[in-house]
């Protein structure tokens, strides 16, 4: 159990062009869900948080109009990248939060690498 | 002073070995504290979870939390040449749910 995927799993894009990168919790419902940014040779660092049917909460020093995301039911949260750059190339991870679960356990999507040209 | 700290390594064990794995962190409000494994290129395996202070054993696998030093471990029994990864710190900050990682530890385990 607990499968969350992503997809897709690679993207190549051009400058200026926006990406849209999915999180889908398989085999339970997740209120909350996680979306993640890792450069090579560093740490996961958060972006914002995503709650089914309400506002992402968003990092500081992460544009919410730039990183859009969309929580629109209990096994789906979207991350929109607009006006990708090549310094927005990374590693893009989600993680879901089980619904109702009592210990906060985060599993996480096999994220997506991008790569803006 | 970083959140949630730990060496970098590498940190290498030869195979059978246990290896050790330490992370310090800031937060004392912080309750939650998991490990997890990071294979090169993909994403973070959850390994372990540990609320409270003492032990907690799954399979080879051993956490171990001490709130009132802000530390918590990880030992690794057997070591694998599979267990070769980076091993990341996670902890819940801010009284919610939200992880803060560490660096990671590469774990090298050899033949």
């Known amino acids: 159990g607990a499968v969350v995927s992503q997809h897709p799993s690679r993207v190549i894009c051009k400058s200026g062009t926006s990406v849209k990168i999915e999180c889908r919790s398989l085999d339970f419902q997740a209120t909350t869900m996680f979306w993640y940014r890792q450069f090579p040779k560093q740490s996961l660092m958060l972006m914002a948080t995503s709650n089914e049917g309400s506002k992402a909460t968003y990092e500081q020093g992460v544009e919410k109009d730039k990183f859009l995301i969309n929580h629109a039911s209990l096994t789906l949260s979207t991350l929109t990248v607009t006006s990708a750059h090549p310094e927005d190339s990374s590693f893009y991870i989600c993680s879901a939060l089980a619904a109702g679960q009592g210990a906060p356990e985060q599993y996480f999507g096999p994220g997506t690498r991008l790569t803006v040209t | 002073q970083k959140e949630v700290e730990q060496n970098s390594g590498p940190l290498s064990v030869p195979e059978g070995a246990i290896a050790s794995l330490n992370c310090t962190y800031s937060?004392?409000?912080?309750?939650?504290f998991f490990w997890y494994r990071q294979y090169s290129g993909k994403s973070p395996e959850l390994i372990m979870s540990?609320?409270?202070?003492g032990d907690k054993e799954d399979g080879r696998f051993t956490a171990q939390l001490n709130k009132a030093s802000q530390y918590v471990s990880l030992l690794i029994r057997d070591s694998q040449p599979s267990d070769s990864a980076t091993y990341l710190c996670?902890?819940?900050?801010?009284?919610?749910?939200?992880?803060?990682f560490g660096t990671g530890t590469q774990l090298k385990v050899e033949l």
């Open positions: 937060d004392r409000g912080s309750q939650s």
């Open positions: 996670a902890v819940t900050t801010g009284g919610g749910n939200k992880l803060t």
């Open positions: 540990i609320y409270s202070n």
